[in-house]
């Protein structure tokens, strides 16, 4: 197959589709000097809807609307079609898309067109979509104050038929939860300047819901939040979280969905005005566009991890989701940790790492290692290595077992895969830290890296929980042998 070639123009096409609705025209050209092909371009933020795909080439550009159609190109005519695709698997990095890094491509194919093109000549003045630097998944801390849970992000479609000023003026954000509706209060909507939007809500509305664990917060004179097809307007939603023990362990996602309560007929999350039509129009159902996304999980409790996480897929602009704990656990490798150069002994220490409790008193129950060793040429098939976990300060000693190198970490990928039982229980107590040593034979290893994996513990009603307030695992140190 011969080598195909293609550049993108910024030039602004009308397209043709037939159907009414979520239907935008095209923001770039293709410029194709072949009858058929494939070809994939990176982008910061891509997403298909059922006409093409929107995309943002770069964190901070306007969205972009590119539909499937028919096109005219720099050589004739062709049949496109677009689809969003993540070659590198780098889509699931928590919230990186706001820092410049290219998360996702676009794919692109064509053949050569059946008729020729056509015009759109309708299509969604208002776009809503989750912003790029929403807060990432994560854990709190019953009680916790001030967190901000969720930004969304709002634009003016510069591809509609009458790209249009619009003004906010009305908000509704739904409030999904595996636990009870009162779980988060004090509800505040504050702009890109740390400004209030509008008057704070103290608790969610229980009447405007779709399940037992939904709910609304209602957003109402909205002032300062006008839209042009040059700006993009991000807003964040900032709330507190309950102290009530019915909430530990439960999850909440905050969501802005196109139907918040099916109660009568379509219930719109949003009252947007067209500023430039006569007598300031209100949009419809046809003149938004929901960019969906349906969020991303926090490590949870395992014992209870069906019953924590938000597990149904609601359609609309999902945030990422949070689940609360009494307290919160920290952990991070200590400044020495050793690296570089070792020499072999039964005792070697490979790694420090502190683990630090936030708030209420917290037990931690066991732990694994990232160990990736390698082992000297040479060596016989039933490699045993002993690790030991001890205090440095004390030398009290939590774990100390010996593991077959070729049947318990070669298969597990380099890490380990320890029990509750291998362990002593650790008591960290509130607004302290804990370090731990960890010592291994490497007699046999000419090589090997440390990092912790996870850290499992209870805190005082709940047990197996795997949530950690960073994200684990820890940084790699490499040791190598002298």
Not at 163 to 178: C, D, F, G, R, Y
Request: glycine share 8%; with cysteine.
């Amino acid at each position: 197959m011969e080598t195909m070639t293609k550049t993108r123009s910024k030039t602004k096409v009308k397209l043709a589709v037939a159907t009414a609705g979520l239907v935008i025209a095209a923001a770039a050209a293709l410029m194709i000097n072949t009858e058929s092909g494939t070809d994939n371009q990176a982008v910061a933020f891509c997403q298909n809807y059922d006409k093409g795909i929107v995309i943002q080439e770069q964190a901070n550009d306007s969205l972009q609307t590119l539909v499937n159609g028919c096109q005219k190109s720099g050589w004739g005519m062709s049949d496109v079609n677009y689809t969003c695709d993540d070659p590198s698997g780098s889509s699931s990095d928590e919230g990186k898309g706001g820092k410049g890094g290219f998360l996702h491509a676009y794919e692109t194919k064509w053949k050569p067109c059946v008729g020729g093109a056509v015009e759109v000549e309708n299509g969604p003045s208002l776009i809503i979509s989750t912003a790029a630097d929403t807060p990432a998944a994560n854990n709190f801390s019953l009680g916790d104050k001030d967190l901000t849970l969720a930004s969304f992000s709002f634009s003016s479609n510069p591809n509609a038929a009458e790209p249009a000023n619009l003004k906010i003026s009305e908000l509704v954000i739904s409030i999904n939860s595996s636990g009870p509706r009162t779980c988060l209060t004090n509800f505040r909507l504050v702009g890109e300047m740390n400004n209030n939007l509008a008057a704070p809500v103290a608790a969610v509305d229980a009447k405007k819901k779709t399940t037992d664990y939904s709910s609304s917060v209602v957003f109402s004179n909205i002032s300062d939040f006008d839209i042009n097809t040059e700006v993009k307007r991000t807003l964040f939603v900032i709330a507190d979280v309950s102290d009530q023990k019915l909430c530990a362990g439960k999850a909440v996602k905050l969501a802005i969905l196109p139907d918040y309560s099916s109660e009568v007929g379509v219930q719109m999350p949003v009252k947007a005005i067209n500023l430039d039509a006569e007598k300031g129009g209100i949009l419809g159902e046809k003149d938004i566009m929901y960019l969906p996304n349906i969020g991303k999980a926090p490590l949870s409790n395992l014992k209870q991890g069906s019953g924590s996480q938000l597990k149904t897929f609601i359609f609309g602009v999902n945030a990422n989701e949070f689940v609360f704990y009494t307290t919160k656990l920290l952990t991070s490798l200590s400044a020495d940790s050793p690296e570089g150069t070792f020499t072999p002994s039964a005792n070697t220490t490979i790694g420090k790492f502190k683990v630090c409790n936030s708030a209420k008193d917290a037990t931690v129950q066991y732990m694994d290692f990232g160990l990736y060793p390698y082992v000297q040429e040479g060596s016989p098939n039933d490699v045993k290595i002993k690790i030991k976990v001890d205090d440095p300060a004390s030398s009290e000693v939590f774990l100390e077992k010996e593991m077959d190198f070729y049947k318990e970490i070669a298969p597990q990928f380099g890490k380990t895969a320890f029990k509750d039982a291998d362990f002593k229980n650790v008591m960290i107590a509130s607004g302290t830290c804990k370090e731990f040593r960890v010592t291994m034979d490497t007699t046999k290893l000419k090589m090997t890296q440390f990092g912790v994996a996870r850290v499992v513990w209870a805190d005082s009603l709940n047990h197996n929980i795997v949530a950690n307030g960073n994200q684990l695992p820890t940084p790699y140190k490499a040791l190598f042998k002298n």
